[in-house]
Structure formats: C-alpha cells, structure tokens
DNA sequence: TCTGGGGTCCTAGGACCC
DNA sequence: TCTGGGGTCCTAGGACCC
C-alpha cells in the first residue's frame, strides 16, 4: 500500500474526565482525578485520567491515588464509570462512521478514518476534520485532538502534537522534519524498555533513529522489531484502516483484599470471575477454546497458566472448572503470595463479524 | 507515595506432523 | 558417525498501549 492516503486520527481529550465534566459541570475548571480503587480500602489503587486542572498539579495516569491526594487534596477524586463512558464512546464511533466509510476504533477513546476517497488533498482533508471536531463538539459536547497525515503511524502522533482541542496536519513532505525532532517514544511501539536501550546507543530523537542502518537495529532489537523501527523512523508505515474483526480475548482480573498463598481465597476468587467472564461471552455469543489463569505476585510479576481445549466451550461451568485447575497448578509451581488474580479466555469461535461485502 | 484493569501483538522453545 | 526441512499449534513471558 503506497502512502497515497490520507488518513485521521481522532482522540478525545482526557477522556473519562471529560465525560464526567459533561455529566457534572459544576466540575468545569476544577481539577477532577478518575480513580480505581484497589478494594483494599481507603485511597488504596490508581489514577486512570486526569483533566488539566489536575495534570498543573503533577497528577496524572498510573499514580497511587494516595499520591495524588498530597499533591491536591482539593481536587475531586471520582471512581470510573466505565457504562457511562462507554455509552458516549459509542455515540463518538456513531458520528465519524457518519463521516468515514472506513474507522478502525483503536481504543475507547480513538479512532483512525482513511478518507482518501473523501476529500481531494490535505487541505480538504483538514476541512473535514474540522467539520467532525465541531459534529463531536456539538452532539456529544466533548472536545477531541485530530491529526492528519498520509499513514497512521503519523496520524496519530500528529493528534498528541497539540492538544487539547488541537487539529494537526502533516502532508506527505513534511512528515521527515516533523518526525525528526522527536523523541523515540513518540512513535508507537517503542515504549520505556526499547527507549532506555535506544538511549544507552546515544539515540535519543526519532531523527537520531533514523540514521541507524536496519542491520545495526536488526541486530539489536531483532528482525520484525529492528526493521520496523528503520522503517518507523522514516514515517513510512503501510498498515490499513481495517475495521476491527471482534475481540480477541476476554478478561478480568482483580486485586485480592490481601496477598494471600489460600488456594481457598484464589478459588473463590475464580469462581466470581469465572461468572463476570462468561457473562460477557454470552452478551457477544462467542466460545472459546483456552483458559488462562493469571498471578501477580507481590512483585508485581505477572505469571501465567493457561490450557487450550480439544473443542469450543462456552458455559460458565467449564471456565470455572478448568480455572480452578489451572489456579491448583499454579499454587503448586509457585508457593508465592498473590496480590492479584486474573482469569482471560481466548481462541474464539461463533459469531465472528462479518464480512463486508460492500468493496467487492 | 505504593503501585488498576482492559487489551494487542510478538517471541522462543517444544511437540508433533509430513 | 551422523543424522533434513518445513509447517502448525501450544505455552509462558514480555513489551506496549489506553
């Protein structure tokens, strides 16, 4: 696929903040924190968003609760109410189909369009895109960041550039000197580990990456990872919109009121999951074929066991019973404390989407 | 100041098959 | 004494993302 395209991608500004802030404007200008609360009482567990009041005062993603209550005891802490999210995220998705024949939703709050065959050239395209800010703005009274570019990789780091309320446009000329001052984590895919190796080798910018040859990042980083991030550096990615096909795995996972090594605790702890997890198999009607159980210990180190059946399963019963197998197993081969467990199913089958025959 | 919960994708080694 | 090559599936772990 030739970076012919021009291709949008749309994230909401601090999302679960902002809807909140929709729900409650006595909150507007406030700094509001989304929080999930570990249920080991008190301000025990994680801030999951924050809006920018909050983000003045250093509070953001990822920091104990109980850390973001020093740095501002005066903001309003809120638990996540994901059904209510998830609700305006549907209306959000609604609105660029609307707007686009192609939308891959990445996330509950971000979404690619390829609007190729919808505008002439860039300066269309950021018509367009202001066109479905002010759609977004006023049917669901939420503000988001655009970015346009001719591939994804691009399109969304343009959308981080200026935020929030931001519209940002590279065209196919620009993207190697909007690239180039960059810091490696910028792109997608290369996270804290990758950096920190990325760092030690004296790169430190997405242009600095750039000048690696593929064998020097082959050779460090692997075949697949080193030859994507030549190509990455240089803004060349070749991945379609593709709407998603479904999901892949089904989870749930929970923080235990204590660490605990009590196969009775782990036990009924399954159990309860087991329940949530077939509940949603059967809201989507899907089977599945493996069974995973997950421990994290008191490290923080996730471990796993997981058993793959001879034919599709898709009752509540055999989730519960081969978790339960797996959990004995895992006790046995790790006589560590669990501070939380987590069950997932995989390797669906049933109703799979299907397929768009609109193309052909 | 103690650290949530939901995912996707990739890798490596071993089993197994032709 | 030396002993192919390719493919798929499964398990466990890791990096990364929101």
Redesign the pocket.
Known sequence: MPDNRIILHVDMDYFFAQCEEREHPELKGKPVVIC?Y???GG????V?TSNYEARKFGIK??I?I??AK?LNPDAVFLPVNMELYRSISDDIMEILRGFSDIVEQE????AFCDITGKVADFDEAKKLAAQIKDAIRQNVGLTCSAGIAPNKLVAKIASDFQKPDGLTVVKPEEVRTFLEPLKV?DL????????ERLNELGINTIGDMSKLSIGELVSEF????GAWMKQASQGIDTTPVQEREG?????????LKEDTKDLKVILDTIDRLSGEVSG?LKERKLSF??VTFIGISTD?????????LGAPAKDAGTIKRVANELARDFIVQYPTALR?V?LRVA?FSGEKSQMTLGEF
Do not use: M
């Open positions: 999930v570990s249920g080991r301000d025990s567990g994680a999951s993603a990822g104990p109980s850390r020093k996330s509950i709050d971000e984590t997608i895919g290369v996270g804290k580990k990758t950096a692997g075949q697949a990872k999901t892949e795995q089904i989870g749930r996972i929970t923080t949603k074929r493996s923080f180190k996730t471990h796993t066991k997981s058993r793959t939380r987590g390797n």
